[in-house]
């Protein structure tokens, strides 16, 4: 006997509104954790403070040192955590999250770049049987030698000014390419997550450099301007990969160090090329970039510390002062559209120069080019031709020594040009290999990616390497 009409429209009411039911049912909610300390680098015996923000009330921690190994230092599991806001101006100003852990440097901590993994676990929520959910993510911080020099007479510091002006966390970076809204930033805050570069360019190095004996020292880019007594404790100091923001002090001390007989070896490019500003104690960054007439300063009339290019005219302290090169004369290759079929190598103009000694090169061979060593973003210098041989202008800032020992060709975007005032589109630079001699002794590569030819690939750069890190740790 079929089913009265009523019965038959009121179960499909009920069966309706219960699919309607169990369709707007939740999500399980999102599942995060992260972190920032309150400073870069520390010395054994001071304490890092973790703050970090969670959507569950636990975490765990593990601390390893990362170099030519992976080594942990530190486990700790249940550590409390909230889930904090995050301010609209967390990017430029900071989170402002509690103090949620606490760790004070063991002593026999050694120098080096650390990283903590921070992890969650919320075993399927109210719903046990849904799944097992597991979130992590990862913050750094370097450690400095308790004893600078006496372990070692070579310190590498760290891009960290640049980690922060690609971070994008929050919102914005000094880029507009990646910003939420599509506007650039101008202040930075490290009271934020953090995106490292270090894996990049600097581990690729570092890792070199242990397996072959070198012991190095640890900082960061802040310690130049807030820690430069410890500069006086060391014959060379490093930069590796893209080390592109730099403060007026950071500069000052660096030079002075050069001055008073201490050697520097940039292998990295970009390099210098943005004055910033150092605030809150070192605890963000401010640049205004292309930008320059909305600085502050630009209305006060001293310009020595706006915040843009080294070598605008404004400024007038080009970076070649301290590096022998700039981006000005350099350029993008294999990148940004820029030399996209280049070799990836320098072309070697003065073999017999000891940076050559043990690699048998001649004039005119090329090295590097199987691990593209000439690559992203490079640095040069206004230079003439001589019977085959190039030879700085010296219109440019470079110093009076410099020498240049290798070069491979390199171009802006045109799009960049505009940011001199009297900038030629058509431009060719090239990534300069060079030396100068001004008190202490100061190499450059002239690209970002020289550590790229340091992982068994390239044994030319290997020996050109070893070489500088020999001769310029004891002279």
């Given at each position: 006997m079929p089913a009265p009409r009523f019965v038959v429209t009121f179960c499909l009411f009920i069966a309706l509104n219960f699919?309607?039911?169990?369709?707007?049912?939740?999500?399980p909610p999102g599942l995060?954790?992260?972190?920032?300390?309150?400073?870069?680098?520390?010395?054994?015996?001071?304490?890092?403070?973790?703050?970090?923000?969670s959507s569950v009330s636990q975490m765990e921690m593990t601390i390893e040192r990362v170099g030519a190994k992976r080594t942990q230092m530190f486990q700790e599991g249940q550590i409390p955590v909230g889930n904090h806001p995050s301010p609209d101006r967390a990017s430029s100003h900071g989170c402002g999250w509690p103090d949620t852990f606490q760790l004070t440097i063991p002593d026999d901590w050694p120098t080096g770049y650390y990283e903590a993994k921070i992890t969650v676990r919320d075993n399927g929520g109210q719903f046990v049987q849904r799944n097992r959910r597991e979130a992590s993510s990862s913050l750094f911080f370097v450690v400095r030698s308790a004893t600078?020099?006496?372990?070692?007479?070579?310190?590498?510091q760290l891009s960290t000014n640049t980690y922060n002006a690609y971070t994008n966390w929050g919102g914005h970076s000094l880029y507009s390419?990646?910003?939420?809204?599509?506007?650039?930033?101008?202040?930075?805050?490290?009271?934020?997550?953090?995106?490292?570069?270090?894996?990049?360019?600097?581990?690729?190095?570092?890792?070199?450099?242990?397996?072959?004996?070198?012991?190095?020292?640890?900082a960061v880019n802040s310690d130049l301007e807030f820690h430069p007594e410890i500069l006086s404790n060391y014959r060379l100091v490093l930069s590796v990969g893209h080390d592109e923001y730099w403060s007026a002090k950071m500069r000052d001390h660096l030079e002075a160090f050069i001055a008073e007989g201490g050697n520097v070896a940039f292998f990295s490019g970009n390099t210098c090329c943005w004055q910033v500003r150092s605030e809150d104690n070192g605890r963000a960054l401010t640049c205004y970039k292309q930008w320059y007439n909305i600085d502050p300063l630009f209305r006060k009339g001293d310009h020595k510390l706006l915040s843009t290019l080294w070598s605008h005219d404004l400024i007038g302290r080009p970076e070649n002062e301290l590096t022998g090169v700039c981006f000005l004369f350099g350029?993008?290759?294999?990148?940004?559209?820029?030399?996209?079929?280049?070799?990836?190598?320098?072309?070697?103009?003065?073999?017999?120069?000891w940076i050559f000694a043990g690699t048998q090169l001649k004039q005119g061979d090329r090295f590097g080019g199987e691990a593209t060593i000439v690559g992203y973003e490079c640095d040069g210098c206004d230079m003439v031709w001589r019977e085959g041989l190039p030879y700085p202008t010296h219109k440019d800032g470079t110093p009076k020594s410099f020498e240049i020992l290798g070069t491979c060709p390199a171009k802006w975007h045109p799009d960049d040009s505009w940011w001199y005032s009297e900038f030629p589109k058509d431009r060719e630079g090239s990534a300069t290999l060079g030396i100068y001699t001004n008190g202490g002794t100061v190499i450059t590569s002239g690209s970002t990616d020289w550590a790229h030819g340091l992982t068994g690939k390239t044994p030319l750069v290997e020996q050109i390497t070893r070489n500088v890190l020999e001769k310029l740790a004891h002279d």
């Open positions: 699919s309607a039911v169990l369709a707007e049912q939740a999500e995060f954790v992260e972190g920032y300390t309150n400073e870069l680098s520390y010395t054994p015996g001071h304490t890092v403070h973790f703050h970090c923000n600078p020099g006496q372990q070692s007479k070579i310190l590498i390419y990646h910003d939420r809204d599509g506007v650039q930033g101008h202040r930075v805050s490290f009271d934020r997550p953090l995106s490292s570069q270090f894996y990049k360019w600097e581990l690729p190095f570092v890792t070199w450099a242990e397996q072959n004996g070198f012991a190095i020292d640890y350029g993008y290759h294999l990148s940004h559209g820029q030399y996209m079929d280049g070799p990836g190598s320098y072309e070697v103009h003065r073999p017999n120069h």
